[in-house]
């Protein structure tokens, strides 16, 4: 039997870094946080967040990427609804939030999902309302606190500084896990 792995068997989009794959992890509304075990491929519980908080928005990775922090990229995908954990969207891509966490650069990539027509009418990270950022640099940079870990929200970046992120970690990948 042929086990398809989600970070290195799912492509990261043939219309990269426009658009791309994203496996979701955790869906908004959540509080649990769910990556994948890099040597299985399953989803597994990494804790429950300390604090009340939840996941503003669905929660994911960009396949077949390897971003500073040593793991897949991250995406966050904008959609009118929680998506359930392991599904794969095309998402479009609008921006980027950098932000460093327990010292390491740890970008998340801000996109939409291509096939939601409540938000795909988005084509840019600034066309976003503005409370959105807020929220997200909010949840960042709090949800962690109750663990005594730190996050810093550095900067948003544009779409142009989000598609050189993406085309990175898909070189990264490339060169030191796909070797």
């Given at each position: 039997m042929n086990v398809l792995h989600p970070w290195h068997g799912?492509?990261?989009?043939?219309?990269?870094?426009?658009?791309?794959?994203?496996i979701i992890e955790i869906p908004e509304g959540s509080r649990a946080k769910y990556e994948?075990?890099?040597?299985?491929?399953?989803?597994?519980?990494?804790?429950?967040?300390?604090s009340s908080f939840h996941y503003p928005v669905n929660y994911g990775f960009i396949p077949q990427t390897y971003?500073?922090?040593?793991?897949p990229l991250d995406i966050l995908v904008i959609t009118s609804l929680p998506v359930q954990p392991l599904t794969l969207i095309e998402a479009k891509v609008l921006g980027v939030m950098q932000m460093v966490d327990g010292g390491d650069a740890d970008d998340k990539i801000i996109a939409?999902?291509?096939?939601?027509?409540?938000?795909n009418h988005y084509n840019r990270f600034d066309e976003l309302p503005?409370?959105?950022?807020?929220?997200l640099r909010h949840f960042f940079e709090e949800y962690k606190r109750l663990?005594?870990?730190?996050?810093?929200?550095e900067d948003f970046g544009d779409m142009e500084k989000a598609h050189g992120?993406?085309?990175?970690?898909?070189?990264?990948?490339?060169k030191y896990i796909a070797k």
């Amino acid at each position: 039997m042929n086990v398809l792995h989600p970070w290195h068997g799912v492509p990261y989009g043939e219309n990269a870094p426009e658009f791309v794959n994203a496996i979701i992890e955790i869906p908004e509304g959540s509080r649990a946080k769910y990556e994948i075990d890099k040597e299985s491929g399953l989803l597994k519980l990494d804790r429950v967040i300390y604090s009340s908080f939840h996941y503003p928005v669905n929660y994911g990775f960009i396949p077949q990427t390897y971003g500073d922090d040593k793991d897949p990229l991250d995406i966050l995908v904008i959609t009118s609804l929680p998506v359930q954990p392991l599904t794969l969207i095309e998402a479009k891509v609008l921006g980027v939030m950098q932000m460093v966490d327990g010292g390491d650069a740890d970008d998340k990539i801000i996109a939409v999902a291509a096939k939601d027509p409540s938000v795909n009418h988005y084509n840019r990270f600034d066309e976003l309302p503005p409370h959105f950022f807020s929220e997200l640099r909010h949840f960042f940079e709090e949800y962690k606190r109750l663990e005594n870990k730190t996050v810093v929200v550095e900067d948003f970046g544009d779409m142009e500084k989000a598609h050189g992120i993406v085309k990175s970690a898909v070189e990264a990948y490339k060169k030191y896990i796909a070797k």
